[in-house]
Structure formats: structure tokens, C-alpha cells
């Protein structure tokens, strides 16, 4: 199975902040990769597919970046609404495997 | 706006038979796949596998002598089992959507079930 590595684990920061984290495949996927937000009790929320193509929907301050085994999740202006887990999802390789996710908190 | 809905006994003995259906509104089941994902704390997000609307499945290898799935595009559902369970297969298990156009990637999911396995 492939897989995939988040980092950090924990992200404290602030409204308004340029928040970065990483995915990466133990081995190469492509762009076959997709990113998912978690608020507590909720089920995952589709960010974004193919490393970097935006759902419909998704507001435009979260853009994604990446192929091989190095991906990037962005968020430009962290806003209120963002404090949640984000994982990201490899699609090249059956079974599909989930990162252990990145906790965006508030500093 | 399509929706899913999950539902099942909450409670499930060991050894038994889990049971879930996952029911789709305001959509056809053709042209998708149909997934099943499941959430703990102690395994994170795992996948659990997924069914095309024909009814072709793929399990993840390490369910896949105890998982079987089947759509009913009659009712447009489509139903997950899992057999011989343990305490380790308590989560939360949720069924989503998954466009072939968007690499199946899931993009709308049910809002999830919570099933404990205990005697």
C-alpha cells in the first residue's frame, strides 16, 4: 500500500495567516490526489482533486500544488471557518490511503 | 442537490454480520462509483472500497475476505457488509460519491453512522 505522510501534525495559527502543509507518497503518484477538510463530527468535505483542480465551491484562498510524492495544501488568509483537519488522499494505486491528517488550530 | 444517507444498526455483536445501506437522493446511481470509508482513532480514514453503478467492486485487500457490496438501482442504494466482526471494526463508517471524472475522488459524502461492536 502507499503511503502517505502529513506534516506537521499540528499546526497552530491565526486568522488572516498563509498556512503551508505537506503530503507525501511513499512512492509516485502522479497527480492522482486529492485533499479533504474535517470539522469534529463531520464527514470529510471534498476540497480539492488532481493535486490542484479547486471543487466548485471551495472558496479560492485554498489552492494545491504537487505531483510525484511531494504535495502542498494552501490556505492564503486563514479565515474562522478554516480551524478543522485537513488530509489528503492518494487515488493512483488501489487500496486508496488517507495521511494521518494536519490539525489546524488557533495559536 | 444529491445526498446520502447511511443507516444500520448501531451496535453489532462480535462475529456478526455488519449491515449498512447507503441511500442516494436526488441522483441516479449510473455513471459513479459508490464508496465506503470508515474513521476510528486508533486507524484514522480508511477505505474500504468502492462499487460501480454495474455493480463491479474493488475492496481494500485487507477487508476483502470479509467485505461484499451491492447496489440496488431500484431503490437507488447501494449496501455495504462485513462479516466475522471484531472490536477493531467499530468507527464511524460513511458512504460518498465518486466520480470517475474527478480520479474517484469522493465528492459528496453522508454524513456518517457510528457502529460499536460489543457483546
Known amino acids: 500500500d502507499i503511503q502517505l505522510t502529513q506534516s506537521p501534525s499540528f499546526l497552530p495559527a491565526s486568522v488572516g495567516d498563509r498556512v503551508t502543509f505537506t503530503c507525501r507518497a511513499s512512492q509516485g503518484i502522479s497527480s492522482f490526489l486529492a485533499w479533504y477538510q474535517q470539522k469534529p463530527g463531520k464527514a470529510p468535505k471534498f476540497l480539492i482533486y488532481a493535486a490542484s483542480s479547486l471543487q466548485g465551491g471551495v472558496p479560492s484562498r485554498f489552492s494545491g500544488s504537487g505531483s510525484g510524492t511531494e504535495f502542498t495544501l494552501t490556505i492564503s488568509s486563514l479565515q474562522p471557518e478554516d480551524f478543522a483537519t485537513y488530509y489528503c488522499?492518494?487515488?493512483?494505486?488501489?487500496?486508496?490511503?488517507f495521511g494521518g491528517g494536519t490539525k489546524v488550530e488557533l495559536k | 442537490q444529491v445526498q446520502l444517507q447511511e443507516s444500520g444498526p448501531g451496535l453489532v455483536k462480535p462475529s456478526e454480520t455488519l449491515s449498512l445501506i447507503c441511500t442516494v437522493s436526488?441522483?441516479?446511481?449510473?455513471?459513479?462509483?459508490w464508496s465506503w470509508f470508515r474513521q476510528s482513532p486508533l486507524k484514522g480514514l480508511e477505505w474500504i472500497g468502492h462499487i460501480y453503478h454495474n455493480g463491479n467492486a474493488l475492496y481494500n485487500p485487507s477487508l476483502e475476505s470479509r467485505v461484499n457490496m451491492l447496489v440496488d438501482t431500484s431503490r437507488n442504494q447501494f449496501s455495504l457488509k462485513l462479516t466475522s466482526v471484531t472490536a477493531a471494526d467499530s468507527a464511524v463508517y460513511y458512504c460518498?460519491?465518486?466520480?470517475?471524472?474527478?480520479?474517484?475522488?469522493?465528492?459528496?459524502w453522508g454524513p456518517g453512522t457510528r457502529v460499536a461492536v460489543s457483546s
Open positions: 488522499q492518494q487515488l493512483n494505486n488501489y487500496p486508496f490511503t
Open positions: 460518498a460519491r465518486a466520480p470517475p471524472y474527478m480520479m474517484r475522488a469522493s465528492d459528496v
Open positions: 436526488n441522483d441516479s446511481l449510473s455513471g459513479y462509483y
